[in-house]
Nanobody, 125 residues
């Protein structure tokens, strides 16, 4: 059973950048989807980006597609979320998620069975 551990969150001023990392533990190069989601209190968990481990193909939410990028480092079992031009609307707790053994990836939280504990991102103006 894969486990996930996020890191890289923190506080940043609007317009700044952050890189989040998701360590895939006991991953063993399984095929499927790895995603980043975010959530603020009282709101539903929002899909930010997903990546297919087989092809490296990714999909990003419309709200971030011109500013964020997701990538996979197979050698290190790491998935990154590079976030640029951050604004206050990006303030949230960011979660890494995995759904392995599937061939279709969607930006839908209910499609993912395994989750990390999350890392907080706070953007100040």
């Amino acid at each position: 059973q894969v486990r996930l551990m996020e890191s890289g969150g923190g506080s940043v001023q609007a317009g700044g950048s952050l890189r989040l990392s998701c360590k895939l533990i006991e991953y063993y190069d399984q095929l499927g989807c790895i995603g980043w989601f975010r959530q603020i209190p009282g709101k539903i968990r929002e899909g930010v980006a997903v990546i297919w481990t087989r092809t490296g193909r990714s999909r990003l939410a419309d709200s971030v597609k011109d500013r964020f990028a997701i990538s996979l480092d197979n050698a290190r079992d790491l998935v990154y979320l590079d976030m640029n031009l951050l604004d206050s609307g990006d303030t949230a707790k960011y979660y890494c998620a995995a759904e392995l053994g599937v061939s279709t990836c969607r930006l839908t939280a209910s499609n993912f069975a395994t989750w990390g504990e999350g890392t907080q991102v706070t953007v100040s103006t």
